[in-house]
C-alpha cells in the first residue's frame, strides 16, 4: 500500500533475525526484544527539518519514522511536543550550565507512557487486536487502558496492589479489566505469562511488543527539534524498564542517519534509585546485562524494576554514548522534588526528582561540567503522587 | 518602550472609565473588574494567521494580543496550545455531528487556571509585586502558588478545607503560604479583603486584577486557529466564577476586530450544577446579573461559585451570541465523566464532565441541532480528583 511510514522490518538486535511487520509480533526467538527498522533514505527524502515546521505539534509530526501504515488507525488524544523548559534557578543554585527540563508530565494520563501507549495501540488497531494484556506498575497500564478504550480494544491489566492509587482509577474508569496483585511487576508479568495463552491476549508487556518503543523514541526527535538541531552534553533519564532511554538512543542514531544532527551524540545518564539499581551495579561493572536486583524498594515506583528485559539495550546505549549511570537515595528525591516546585514552580513525579538528584551529584563529582547544557527527562506529572510529601500512599 | 504588546489601556465595561496598564490595577472605582484594550489595528499590522505558523506551541503566539510588555518578564512552564481533540464515539452514542474536546488538563498544574496564573504572574512580575494574595476553590490556587514560586513572588493562599486535597500538596510544595477555611471561597474572599490593606499583598482574586482573563482569552485564539478560523457552532463552558467564558468572549471579538474570523460568533453556553445555578437562574428570566445562590452543592467542586464578580460580563456573553445557561445533575455529571474515559480515553475533571452532560441535555432538546459543530472546553485533568467515582474525597 502507499504509505507515509518509511517501516521496512522488525530486527533483532542480539542475532539479527528479521520479522515481517505486518504481522503481530513479540519477542524474537531467541528472546531478545525487537526494534524496527526504516528506510531512513526515503524518509530523508518525503520530510526534513524546514517541513517539520508545519506539522502538528503532536508526535505525528514524525510520522514517516512510525510504524503505523494508515493514518485511520491512529489513536491519539493530542500526545507529544512537550515543553522543553528551562530551569535557571536549580542551574544557578548547582552551579550548572543550561538546564533544561523535558516535562512529560503534560502528556494525555499525566506521563510518559502515553507516547508508547498511543503508537503501541495504534499499531495494534492496525494488526486487528481485539484484547491486550500487560502487567504495570501503574502508570503505563493507565495509559494503555486510555488509548485502549479509545481504539475499542478491551484491555487486561495486572498491577502491584501498592501502586499508584490514582492509576486504578484510571484503568477502571477507562473500562479496562483490572487485576490487583501482591507482590512486583515481575510476579504480575509472570502470573501473565500463564494466563495470556489461553485466551489468546496480545502480549504488549515492555518491550515484548516492539512499537511502544517507536513512540518513547519521538522524545529524543522532541529534544533535537526543540533545541534546533544543536544537542546537548547530556541528557539523563530515570530508569526502569528503560524503553526511555533506549528509545531516545534509537533515535539519536536515526537522527544521524537522517543527516539532521551532527557530530557526537549527548552522554546518556540512567539515573536510578539506590533501593533498585541494577543498571547502576552493571555499569559499575562495566557488565553488558544486569543481575536482578534482589528485595528492591524505592519511593520512585515507576523505577522498581529489579531486572530489565532490554537491560543490554540500556548499558549499550550508556557506554556507546560515554555516558553513566547513578543511583540517589529517597531523601535526596524528595529535596530534589520539593526544589523543582519551589524554584521552579514544576511539581513532577518522584521519578523526574530522582534525575535531578543524580544531575546534582554528578556536578558534584564534576562529570559533569560547569559550562555543559543538559536536559533532564520529567517522566510524569507530581498530579499523581498526592501523597509523596507524607511519607506513603 | 518598544514592544510587542499592543495593550493600550486597562477599561472598565460598565462605567467606561480609563486605567494606566502601567500601574498595578484592581477593580474600577466603580466596583466592576476591568478589561484590557488592545490597539488592534497595530496588532492587525504586526501578525496574521500565516505568520503564526511559525510561533511556538504556547498561548505566548499571541504575544501582540497579550499585556506583558517585556519578554524578559514571561513565567513560563510551556502553557498553551492544548489539544483539540475529535470525540467521534460520544457524537454518534448521541447524534451529534462534530464534537470537539479542548483539553485544558494537559497544561501545567493540570488545569486551565494555568494560562490565567501565567499571564496573570508575569504581568504582576512586570509591575514590581513581591507578594500577592487569593482565595481559591482550588485549582487556580495551586495554579497561581506554581507560576509565582517561579517568578520568585510569595504566594498567600485561602482554601476552602474540603477542596481537593492534591491542591494542597500543590500549593505547600510550591513554597506559598496556605490557610484552610471552613466555609466556601466567598468565605475566604472575605478574610482576604480583611487581611490584604495591612499586609499589602497584591489582590489576584477572580476578575479583581485584570490580567488573568487575558490569559484566559487564549482559550478563544487557540480554539479559532485549530479548527482553521472556521468557528464552530457552540462553545460549551463549565461555568463558576465565569472567567473562561468571558475570556473567550473578549477573543471572538477581539479576532473579528483583528480581521482573521467572519460570520456569526459561536454560541456561547454556560454550564451549572443543579446544586450550584445562579448564572442558569438569571438566564432563565433574562436578567443581566445573577442573584446569590444559597446552600450550593456540587461534585464539580470548581464551579460551586454562589455569585460570580463578572456575573453580567458572562450573561453578557451569553446573551449577545444567542447561547444559553444549562444545568445539569451530579449523577449526570459522573455518568458523563465515565463515557468520555470509557468510549474516548479522556480522563477529564467533573467540570468538564459536566459540560458533555449539559450538551446532552440541549441535543435532547434540538438546541444542538444534529449536524452543528460543538466545542466542549474540559478545564481539568480527571487526575486532580482521584476519588471521583468513590462519591468523595
Not at 213 to 219: L, S
Request: charged share 20%; with cysteine; net charge neutral.
Amino acid at each position: 500500500m502507499n504509505t507515509q511510514s518509511c517501516i521496512t522490518a522488525l530486527v533483532c538486535p542480539k542475532c539479527k533475525k528479521r520479522y515481517d511487520y505486518r504481522e503481530l509480533q513479540n519477542l524474537c526467538q531467541c528472546g531478545s526484544p525487537l526494534l524496527a527498522e526504516y528506510d531512513l533514505e526515503r524518509a530523508a527524502g518525503m520530510v526534513n527539518p524546514g517541513l517539520l515546521k508545519d506539522r502538528p505539534a503532536t508526535l505525528w509530526r514524525y510520522r514517516e519514522l512510525l510504524p503505523v501504515l494508515d493514518d485511520r488507525h491512529i489513536v491519539s488524544l493530542g500526545e507529544g511536543w512537550t515543553p522543553l523548559t528551562a530551569l535557571p534557578a536549580v542551574a544557578a543554585k548547582y552551579g550548572m550550565g543550561n538546564v533544561y527540563m523535558k516535562d512529560e508530565g503534560l502528556l494525555p494520563t499525566g506521563t510518559f507512557k502515553a507516547r508508547g501507549a498511543a503508537v503501541g495501540v495504534s499499531k495494534a488497531r492496525e494488526l486487528g487486536v481485539r484484547e491486550l494484556a500487560m502487567p504495570t506498575n501503574g502508570n503505563a497500564g493507565a495509559a494503555w487502558a486510555a488509548y485502549a478504550a479509545r481504539a475499542g480494544i478491551q484491555a487486561h491489566i495486572l498491577m502491584p496492589e501498592d501502586a499508584p492509587l490514582i492509576t486504578r482509577t484510571e484503568i477502571t474508569v477507562a473500562g479496562a479489566d483490572l487485576h490487583l496483585v501482591r507482590g512486583l511487576i515481575s510476579d504480575c508479568g509472570r502470573l501473565l505469562s500463564r494466563s495470556i495463552p489461553a485466551n489468546g491476549w496480545y502480549d504488549v508487556s515492555t518491550l515484548k511488543e516492539p512499537y511502544r518503543i517507536e513512540g518513547k523514541k519521538t522524545m529524543g526527535y522532541e529534544i533535537a527539534e526543540q533545541l534546533h538541531w544543536q544537542l546537548p552534553d547530556l541528557i539523563a533519564y530515570p530508569t526502569g524498564g528503560g524503553v526511555g532511554i533506549i528509545g531516545i538512543y534509537k533515535a539519536l542514531r536515526e537522527l544521524r542517519r537522517l543527516g539532521w544532527i551532527a557530530g557526537k551524540l549527548p552522554r546518556l545518564v540512567a539515573v536510578q534509585a539506590e533501593g533498585c539499581a541494577p543498571i547502576v551495579e552493571a555499569y559499575r561493572k562495566g557488565a553488558a546485562e544486569s543481575a536482578f536486583f534482589p528485595d528492591s524498594k524505592t519511593v520512585a515506583f515507576g523505577i522498581n524494576v529489579p531486572k530489565a528485559l532490554g537491560d543490554f539495550l540500556i548499558l549499550e546505549a550508556i557506554y556507546q554514548t560515554e555516558g553513566c549511570a547513578v543511583a540517589v537515595g529517597d531523601a535526596e528525591i524528595i529535596t530534589s522534588l520539593r526544589e523543582l516546585a519551589s524554584l521552579e514552580g514544576a511539581f513532577v513525579c518522584p521519578e523526574g526528582a530522582a534525575v535531578l538528584a543524580g544531575l546534582k551529584k554528578l556536578r558534584d563529582a564534576d562529570w559533569l561540567k560547569a559550562g555543559e547544557t543538559a536536559v533532564l527527562l520529567n517522566t510524569g506529572s507530581g498530579l499523581k503522587y498526592p501523597d509523596i510529601l507524607h511519607g506513603g500512599p
